[in-house]
């Protein structure tokens, strides 16, 4: 089972859009697939799950919920493809707590994680973080073996993504190493986005070759609560995350 955190302290990069769509495709292929919402907003949440109101990442982090996966976790209108939701309650967890309380091996969705492992339910999980170094983007950036930083093509997303690495990387006392890994989004033919990418590079991080392209699918695609594979499967931007998808295979 491969974890992936999507992630990035900067709003609006398309984080859950990547979620939505590359766990979508996933589970198309025939992966079992869990989705884990790890942002206040429910954004994922609402685009799969939009009526659930049972357990969440909220309860799961609080103790208020034995780790028992079956128990916490709702199954999206897609076969294969279940989603720990989160609520608004997300945003009450007190960072400083659980960073003081956890030596990493006591983080509740640490736990949540290992018992789904060992349950082999699932072949991947794909988790959705805030644009903050929240409690539960901790939790998440903690379980994850690997980071997915998508960044759109301006200097804010850049710096946000090399703040995440460096807070990640000093979580010191959680043992962790995940890799790091940039996605370009709503990438135009313009000279801004081959030089923004061209940037990450120079920063010594890991680009993937596949970028995703700017399109007015994605925001219809929300709106009907569709993944972009199927709303507009020969459009250019469901072809990206289909390549995403591929590239993130070869490189596991
Ligand atoms: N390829 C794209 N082309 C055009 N618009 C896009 C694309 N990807 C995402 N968007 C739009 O950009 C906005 C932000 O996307 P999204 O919500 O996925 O970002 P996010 O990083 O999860 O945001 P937040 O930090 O608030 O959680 C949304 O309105 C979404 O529809
Ligand atoms: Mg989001």
């Given at each position: ?8 302290f900067k709003g609006g990069v398309a984080k859950t859009t990547t979620v939505i769509n590359l766990a979508a495709q996933m589970a198309r292929d025939g992966d079992r697939v869990l989705a884990i ?32 996966p079956d128990r916490n976790i709702a199954h999206t209108a897609y076969e294969n493809l279940d989603l720990l939701c989160a609520d608004m309650r997300l945003l009450t967890l007190d960072l400083a ?156």
């Amino acid at each position: 089972m491969k974890i992936y955190a999507v992630a990035n302290f900067k709003g609006g990069v398309a984080k859950t859009t990547t979620v939505i769509n590359l766990a979508a495709q996933m589970a198309r292929d025939g992966d079992r697939v869990l989705a884990i919402d790890a942002d206040a907003q429910h954004n994922l949440t609402d685009f799969y799950c939009p009526d659930w109101d049972g357990i969440t990442l909220t309860d799961v982090l609080t103790g208020r919920s034995d780790p028992v996966p079956d128990r916490n976790i709702a199954h999206t209108a897609y076969e294969n493809l279940d989603l720990l939701c989160a609520d608004m309650r997300l945003l009450t967890l007190d960072l400083a707590a659980i960073l003081s309380a956890a030596d990493g091996q006591d983080l509740r969705l640490f736990d949540f994680i290992r018992e789904v492992r060992e349950r082999d339910d699932y072949d991947y999980v794909i988790i959705d973080c805030p644009p903050s170094f929240t409690a539960s983007s901790v939790a998440a950036l903690v379980c994850c073996d690997e980071v997915i930083l998508p960044v759109k093509a301006d200097a804010f997303s850049r710096t946000g993504a090399l703040e995440m690495i460096q807070q990640v990387r000093s979580l010191g006392a959680y043992h962790i190493a995940p890799r790091f890994r940039v996605l370009a989004t709503m990438a135009d033919r313009s000279r801004l986005s081959r030089q923004a990418r061209d940037l990450l590079k120079a920063d010594g991080l890991d680009v993937f070759e596949t970028e995703i392209h700017a399109s007015v699918c994605v925001g219809e695609s929300t709106f009907k609560r569709i993944p972009l594979y199927e709303y507009v499967p020969r459009s250019r931007v469901a072809q990206d995350y289909e390549a995403l998808l591929r590239e993130v295979r070869e490189n596991e």
